[in-house]
């Protein structure tokens, strides 16, 4: 939960941000821009930024930005992916988690928050308790110091997540390799693909959706996958 003592202020669009990539075979799911349309954060971020700035289609959102739009604190654009509905489907947590990102970035740097964004803590249960938990509400310099840890923890986390980095929508491939970046120490020339899945945590679905889209299986759940490991 982050506590914003001022409201912010922007607007959220639409638009063929694949039209805008810098590299091509990288996808981006949305990005943050300023008034003056250029990427908000160039330097002190998470993200990869794969868009060209200032955005190419200013124009176009210029001409739809409520009256008084001079005042936002930043204009937040999305991926439309050509109104794919099945595909903005599959990727729906990717997506929101991208658009989470975007907006803490933001926020982090116009500095309109001090947390939550960090180093390892630790503390003896019955310390922490006495020390932070019961005294912070009445203490601001306590509840400060819990602020800053809560915030320390927050970026630890968020410093090696790179969601909105993912392969092109358009892609019928998890991962592949390209010309660009053909591994050329690769022994078996007969694997075309390596596809590799995570812990799912037990949700079958998410799993089927995964091998499906690596065409691993087809709509019957029979394997279909083909030179890959």
């Known amino acids: ?35 003056d ?32 739009s001079k005042n936002n604190d930043f204009i937040l654009i999305l991926n439309n992916f050509k109104s794919d509905k ?8 990717d997506f929101d988690s991208s658009i989470i990102m975007e907006i803490f970035d933001g926020l982090k740097v116009l500095e309109l ?13 019955e310390e922490l308790e006495y020390n932070v938990f019961l005294p912070k509400r009445k203490n ?4 400060m110091d819990s602020a800053k840890v809560i915030k320390s923890q927050c970026e630890d986390i968020v410093n ?3 969601l909105n980095k993912i392969v092109h929508w358009e892609d019928s491939l998890i991962s592949k390799e390209t ?8 022994k078996d020339k ?8 995570g812990d799912i945590h037990g949700d079958y679905e998410h799993l089927i959706t995964i091998l499906r889209h690596a065409k691993l299986i087809d709509k019957k759940n029979n394997w279909i996958g083909k030179n890959s490991i």
């Not at 506590?3 to 990288?26: C, G, M, Q, W, Y």
């Not at 099945?86 to 947590?93: H, S």
């Not at 601001?140 to 509840?143: G, I, Q």
Request: glycine share 2%; hydrophobic share 35%; net charge positive.
């Open 179 to 186: 010309p660009n970046n053909l591994n050329p120490n690769r």
């Open 140 to 143: 601001l310099k306590l509840m």
């Open 113 to 125: 928050v001090d947390y939550p964004y960090v180093g390892t803590f630790s503390c003896a249960n």
């Open 86 to 93: 099945k595909y903005l489907k599959d990727i729906r947590n």
């Open 37 to 68: 349309f250029e990427l908000i954060n160039k330097n002190n971020t998470i993200k990869d930024n794969n868009i060209i700035s200032p955005y190419p289609n200013f124009s176009a959102i210029s001409r739809k930005l409520k009256k008084g």
């Open 160 to 162: 090696h997540d790179k």
């Open 190 to 197: 007969k694997l075309n693909r390596i596809i590799v899945v």
């Open 1 to 35: 939960m982050t506590d914003v003592e001022s409201p912010i202020k922007f607007e959220a669009f639409v638009d063929d941000l694949s039209k805008h990539r810098i590299d091509t075979n990288k996808e981006t799911l949305a990005v943050l821009l300023n008034n």
